[in-house]
C-alpha cells in the first residue's frame, strides 16, 4: 500500500494511487475467489430493466435488485451467503475510514464496455454517519459528483486503478454517478473492463 496525499473534491476526499500495482493484483485475486463464490449479476430494477453493471457482494450483507426493488440482504440470490470480505479490501476501510465500526458490505461493481451508473445517492444504509469507501481496479472511469439536492452543478474526475475515495462527513450524501468508462485503459482486469469496490456499514 503506498499512502498518496488525500484531494478533496466537494467534501469527496481521493486518494490517488493508492494501491501500488502488486496490491491491485492481490485484491484481483481475491476478488475472483469472491465471484467464484457470489457469481456477478446484472440485476433487475423494479420497473424491469436490467443493470448495465454486473454486481456481487461480501461481508455480512450484500446489496439486491430486482422487481420488488432494491435492498440489502445477507444472501446472494443463489441463496448461499455472501463470502467474507477479503483481508486485502478490509486493510484499504482500516486506514482511511476514520470509522470504528466494521464494514457489513463490500458491494463488488463490475462496468464492461459500455457500462455506466447513473447519478444517485448511496443512502440504503441506516447510519449516514459512516462513511462509504470506494476503491478503483481496471479501466479508468469517469466520476460525476453532484450535490445533496438533485440537479446543480456537478464535476467530474477521472478515477484510476489503485485509487481510493472516501465519501464521509458532508460528502456523504452527495449524487454521484459513472459516465462512462475508458476501456483498454488498464490491463489489470483480463478482458478489459473496470472493478470497484465500495465499502459500507449497513446497519
Ligand atoms: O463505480 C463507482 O466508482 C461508483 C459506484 C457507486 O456509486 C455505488 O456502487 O454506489
Ligand atoms: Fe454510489
Given at each position: 500500500m503506498t499512502e498518496g496525499k488525500a484531494v478533496e473534491i466537494r467534501g469527496v476526499r481521493l486518494f490517488p494511487g493508492w494501491l501500488d500495482r502488486a496490491a491491485q493484483e492481490a485484491m484481483l485475486a481475491d476478488l475472483r475467489q469472491v465471484a467464484a463464490a457470489a457469481p456477478f449479476q446484472r440485476y433487475e430494477t423494479r420497473r424491469g430493466q436490467r443493470m448495465s453493471v454486473e454486481m456481487t457482494a461480501a461481508g455480512r450483507f450484500g446489496w439486491v435488485s430486482d422487481r420488488r426493488g432494491y435492498r440489502y440482504e445477507p444472501r446472494h440470490p443463489s441463496g448461499v451467503p455472501w463470502p467474507p470480505i477479503p483481508a486485502s479490501v478490509r486493510a484499504v476501510w482500516d486506514a482511511v475510514?476514520?470509522?470504528a465500526r466494521a464494514p457489513e458490505c463490500c458491494l463488488v461493481n463490475l462496468y464492461r464496455g459500455s457500462a455506466r451508473m447513473g447519478l444517485h445517492q448511496?443512502?440504503?444504509?441506516?447510519?449516514?454517519g459512516e462513511p462509504v469507501v470506494s476503491i478503483s481496479l481496471g479501466d479508468e472511469a469517469l466520476f460525476r459528483i453532484g450535490n445533496e439536492e438533485r440537479g446543480g452543478r456537478t464535476e467530474s474526475v477521472w478515477l484510476r486503478s489503485g485509487d481510493v475515495l472516501v465519501m464521509g462527513g458532508?460528502?456523504?450524501l452527495l449524487h454521484h454517478g459513472i459516465d462512462r468508462i475508458r476501456e483498454?485503459?488498464?490491463?489489470?482486469l483480463d478482458g478489459g473492463g473496470r472493478i470497484n469496490l465500495t465499502l459500507r456499514v449497513v446497519t
Open positions: 475510514s476514520e470509522s448511496d443512502r440504503d444504509e441506516a447510519d449516514f458532508a460528502a456523504r483498454g485503459s488498464s490491463t489489470l
